[in-house]
């Protein structure tokens, strides 16, 4: 399994510095136990060291500072190496320090339409973090965020538009995006999903729950 779909150079070289709110931590740190390619991109991040870090702004790195930085290094492109995933459980390393090994053992919380969330438990107050099940051929429920949001594929698989999401990849989507990830007629699609603020159901029903469900 190859993840196509990657952590964004801002997001992992502000985890290399250690500036990660823990949710978003997590997100990060899911994806690179699934991901060979960032784990080189991590490794190179971290050899970097902090006296480059330390001049980068978090809020102003630019969408192409990974190859600036990358040939400010002089480092190649990451090597035609062998990319398998280093964990094979449906809840990678990172996921199983908060919600056990055991995916079946999970408690759902319902959503409706068969879809359900489990809500991790973190320290950080800035982010929103849950395990998500998606029903086979079906959409979560429509929302759009008020700040960024990441999700990352478990198991199964999701398509949002024309773009398919399978376990490992990664979709980034920020403020005004009505998205409806549709899982794949296959299977259940199981998602680590962190927000940045509530999220706001379009449909009055579910934000009129929105509270009760804590979501
Ligand atoms: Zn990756």
């Not at 600036?68 to 062998?82: E, H, K, N, Q």
């Not at 995933?85 to 319902?110: C, H």
């Not at 489990?118 to 929103?128: I, V």
């Not at 296959?186 to 379009?202: G, H, M, Q, S, Y």
Request: negative net charge.
């Amino acid at each position: 399994m190859t993840a196509r779909h990657h952590i964004g150079d801002d997001l992992l070289l502000a985890y290399a510095a250690g500036n990660l709110a823990e949710g978003w931590s997590l997100a990060v740190a899911t994806h690179v136990s699934l991901c060979a390619e960032c784990r080189e991109r991590l490794a190179v991040a971290e050899a970097a060291g902090g006296q480059l870090l330390e001049t980068l702004d978090r809020e102003t790195v630019a969408p192409d500072s990974w190859a600036a930085i990358r040939s400010r290094l002089g480092t190649p492109d990451a090597p035609a190496v062998t990319r398998r995933s280093s964990d094979t459980a449906i809840l990678p390393k990172p996921l199983r320090d908060y919600v056990g090994g055991d995916v079946d053992a999970i408690r759902w919380q319902r959503l409706g339409k068969g879809a359900a969330q489990l809500r991790l438990k973190t320290g950080d107050r800035e982010t929103q973090v849950r395990l998500l099940k998606i029903p086979a051929g079906k959409p979560v429920p429509e929302h759009s965020h008020s700040g960024r949001e990441i999700t990352v594929v478990l198991s199964g698989a999701f398509h949002d538009g024309t773009t398919l999401f399978a376990r490992g990849d990664v979709e980034e989507a920020d403020d005004d995006i009505q998205h409806i990830p549709t899982a794949t007629p296959e299977a259940d699609c199981i998602c680590l999903a962190v927000t940045e603020a509530p999220l706001k159901f379009r449909s009055w029903i579910v934000r009129a729950i929105q509270p009760i469900l804590g979501i």
